[in-house]
């Protein structure tokens, strides 16, 4: 669970608690937490790069590693183009200077030899 629904759900008194069971039971949470979620999907379908609304006709890419995918939506070719032309200086990998942050290797405790 959540932990900032289960805190709140925490904090609630029995009057409180009362209410909100009667608003799951008759979808009332249901019901604001799609609208929410519409509201939070509508503003992502705003051009990244200049900010306009791409309206029905913009182009949407969709990107990154599979477990992590990202989506966005350009107003025009143009915008596209010059999103694909960031993403690609950005990827160009820059001398050989290695990120300190490799992969975690964990903790094994196996070569510990007592004699
Ligand atoms: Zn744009």
Do not use: W
Request: glycine content about 8%.
């Amino acid at each position: 669970m959540n932990p900032k629904i289960h805190d709140i759900i925490e904090s609630l008194t029995a009057d409180e608690l009362k209410t909100l069971d009667t608003d799951l039971r008759e979808g009332h949470v249901q019901h604001l937490v799609g609208k929410r979620l519409e509201s939070y999907e509508r503003r992502q379908t705003m051009c990244p790069v200049c900010n306009n609304d791409p309206g029905e006709s913009g182009f949407t890419l969709i990107f990154g590693p599979a477990d992590f995918r990202k989506k966005a939506t350009f107003c025009g070719q143009d915008c596209l183009e010059y999103f694909l032309g960031k993403l690609k200086e950005f990827r160009q990998p820059q001398d050989h200077n290695e990120p300190a942050t490799g992969p975690q290797s964990h903790d094994r405790g196996e070569n510990h030899v007592a004699h």
